[in-house]
């Protein structure tokens, strides 16, 4: 059974459980809208429902509440910073902020932020750059339980790994790419579980290794205690990507890489190297601004495909979602609106069930 509720009363919602859990009001606040903002722009594994999520890793110690991220390295247009374990929606405003304003004076920045937790949808931060004319290249890696296998691997044995890029695109809203390396994303797995849904075939692999159309597989633990995996997206190229964010997203920027057993705590840490790029200061301004319209009025030239609406830009799917569930309420179905209340009760809340 699912529940309709609007975005407002989710954010309210949200918000009065972080501060319960130990935040201040306006980190609260934050990171409930992050949160909702990503179930209205179509994304509900990176939503609300990762709530009790986050107050499981806070009553465990791995997430900390009011953290603020550290400058470890200022070397002009190279910064590394510390994540400090705090709420990544949070941390990773300031670390963009710290960039961006680097790129602005100096043409660039290359920005490795290491040991946040969770930073949610990372489309939003490629959002932040290109609404100050900013190109943007992220590379993240994740640190929790390995849930993707390997192109021509039987387990996990690492995470989603998402990789985004955003470019602005003058006079039309930008394009925004965010997507995780695996063939789909782990929250995506838990909302289907949590509807009693099964999912289609190539996405999933048992603990056993064989395919399967389960989502359970890779959300609770297995009669023999195993979990089952995503599998990549793209064979042996979407594989090569997750690679390349691990290597980038957490050797590089000191976060560190996943190679240790399997651990139960609930907590998700996320390193991410970012490439901030000003096409002003590069001197590129007036060609990329022509060429890239462009292209993109060829693109959606081509003829719709049969069955299909027409030619889309990464990014419009989202814009189009939020409009939509803005006005019409967000659907949460009755076990992640169950795990919801139930984390409310964990510190002290009662919601309505």
């Known amino acids: 059974m699912q529940k309709v509720l609007q975005a407002q009363y989710l954010r309210t919602q949200g918000a009065a459980i972080f501060v319960a859990a130990g935040s201040a009001p306006a980190e609260a606040e934050k990171v409930a809208s992050n949160l909702v903002m990503a179930n209205l722009s179509g994304h509900d594994s990176h939503g609300i429902g990762m709530l009790p999520r986050y107050v499981e890793a806070v009553l465990e110690g791995g997430l900390t509440p009011n953290a603020q991220v550290k400058t470890v390295l200022d070397a002009g247009a190279l910064l590394s910073l510390d994540g400090q374990h705090g709420y990544g929606q949070v941390i990773g ?3 963009m902020q710290l960039g961006m304003a680097r790129a602005k004076a100096q043409g660039s920045c290359i920005m490795a932020l290491a040991d946040s937790h969770h930073l949610g949808r990372i489309g939003h931060f490629a959002e932040m750059a290109v609404a100050q004319g900013l190109v943007s ?23 989603t790994n998402p990789c985004c890029i955003g470019i602005p695109l003058k006079g039309q809203p930008p394009f925004v790419l965010d997507f995780a390396t695996s063939r789909v994303a782990q929250g995506k797995m838990r909302v ?5 849904k099964s999912v289609q075939p190539g996405l999933l692999i048992d603990e056993q290794g064989q395919p399967t159309t389960d989502p359970g597989v890779v959300v609770v633990p297995q009669a023999n ?19 390349a964010c691990e290597l980038l997203g957490g050797a590089l920027t000191g976060g560190g890489t996943w190679h240790h057993p399997t651990v139960g705590v609930r907590a998700v840490y996320n390193s991410m190297l970012t490439i901030l790029i000003d096409p002003g200061k590069l001197g590129t301004q007036s060609a990329m601004e022509s060429e890239a319209l462009a292209f993109v009025d060829w693109l959606r030239k081509s003829p719709p495909a049969d069955g ?3 030619v889309q830009i990464a990014g419009e799917p989202e814009r189009r ?11 949460i179905d009755a ?8 984390a409310a009760g964990k510190v002290g809340l009662t919601l309505p069930n």
Not at 137 to 159: C, E, M, Q, S
Not at 321 to 331: F, K, M, P
Not at 335 to 342: A, D, K, L, Q
């Open 93 to 95: 405003e300031q670390a």
């Open 137 to 159: 290249l992220h590379f993240v890696n994740v640190k929790t339980r390995p849930a993707v296998a390997p192109w021509g691997g039987a387990d996990g044995r690492y995470g």
């Open 192 to 196: 289907a579980y949590n509807q009693g």
């Open 225 to 243: 205690g195993f979990f089952g995996a995503l599998m990549p997206f793209g064979e042996h190229k979407g594989y090569g990507l997750a690679v």
């Open 308 to 310: 299909e609406h027409g």
């Open 321 to 331: 979602a939020r409009l939509q569930r803005e006005r019409d309420g967000i659907e």
């Open 335 to 342: 076990s992640t609106w169950g795990e919801i209340v139930g």
